[in-house]
């Protein structure tokens, strides 16, 4: 006997596999979404901010969704991330998930976590 999800779809496979799928499917390859956690206007906020701004416009060209959380004034959101420091970095799309903590300072392990080779030429 075939199983079957509650939408009548494929057999085994949930709602929530198809909402993925939508979710991949919505953002082309190459299209990055991140989101920043950062605690109020702290210098290291700030730096965190200014750093990935600039990364992100050398090395991502526009290609990218930047969304900046101050967890602050979303505390449910950092919650529900499970954010344990400030700032931090998460990288929803593509896949894999990644999060990196600190102000961003260090471009190499940024661009790493990524997953974009960074260039010889620049920090």
Do not use: W
Not at 18 to 43: D, M, Q, T
């Amino acid at each position: 006997m075939k199983q079957q999800n509650r939408a009548g779809d494929e057999p085994g496979l949930g709602s929530s596999a198809h909402a993925y799928e939508r979710v991949v499917a919505a953002y082309p390859h190459g299209r990055f979404v991140l989101k920043l956690y950062v605690s109020g206007i702290s210098p290291r906020s700030q730096r965190a901010i200014e750093n990935l701004q600039k990364l992100c416009e050398q090395h991502l060209h526009g290609n990218y969704d930047l969304e900046i959380i101050d967890i602050y004034q979303r505390p449910m959101a950092a919650k529900r991330e499970q954010i344990i420091a400030a700032p931090t970095l998460i990288k929803t799309m593509p896949l894999p998930v990644q999060r990196i903590i600190g102000d961003m300072s260090n471009s190499t392990r940024i661009l790493t976590a990524l997953g974009i080779v960074p260039s010889t030429n620049g920090k």
